[in-house]
C-alpha cells in the first residue's frame, strides 16, 4: 500500500538523519519546512505511522 502523491501539489523534499542518544531520540526539521509551516519552539508535531511503513508528518494545529 503506497500513498497517491499529486507531485504538483509537493512544495518540498529533504532527507535528515535521526539522533540517538540513550533514550532521547531526535530529529531535524529542515529549515524549509520550519519556515513555510511556521514552526516555533514548542510547536507540535503529529506523526501517523501506517501499516506499510509509510509516515505522515502534520503540524498540529493551535
Known sequence: MFMDID????KFVSETSMT???SRRRTT???GIVDE???SNGS???WILFDD????LRKVKE
Open 29 to 31: 526539521v529542515p529549515k
Open 7 to 10: 507531485i504538483d501539489k509537493v
Open 20 to 22: 540517538i542518544r540513550g
Open 44 to 46: 507540535k508535531l503529529r
Open 37 to 39: 509551516l511556521e514552526l
Open 53 to 56: 511503513g509509510s509516515i505522515l
